[in-house]
């Protein structure tokens, strides 16, 4: 069974038509355990708050993507456990406290990150660290 650990960027393509959405819709089979830090849900809800604010949904259908993810069979981590790798990585990568909380649950669990956010694929992608993260078509 493969371990990841799943981005909020590649969650939400699991309920819009985004690009990536068939390669994030990939994760959602049975041999793949999926991992998020605690702080996912608020990550998660942020983007849709903004796709309701940008008129690219209404207020109901953000609601019910909010219950639709509490669904979703994924292990949520408490962030406290994950905050001092996290804050040592976000000062070594120099990627948000955010994004290192992802990456240091990659690291604990000897996961990988799925990510589509290009930026940080980018930037890690260049480091050591690159053996944690993976592009959400390479799935």
Known sequence: MSLYIVDASVAVKWFLPEPYTDAALRLCHPDYQLHVPALFDLEFSNIVCKKIRRGELTLEEGYQMRRDIAKVPIQRHRDDSLL???????????????????????????????TADQK??????????????????EI
């Not at 940080?120 to 078509?137: A, C, G, H, M, T």
Request: proline residues 0%; aromatic residues 14%; charged residues 20%.
């Open 84 to 114: 001092t790798a996290a804050f040592d990585l976000a000062n070594q990568t120099y990627r948000s406290l955010y994004d290192c909380m992802y990456l240091a649950l990659a690291i604990k669990l000897e996961g990988q990150l799925v």
């Open 120 to 137: 940080l694929y980018s930037e890690i992608n260049k480091q050591v660290l690159r053996k944690y993260l993976i592009w959400v078509e």
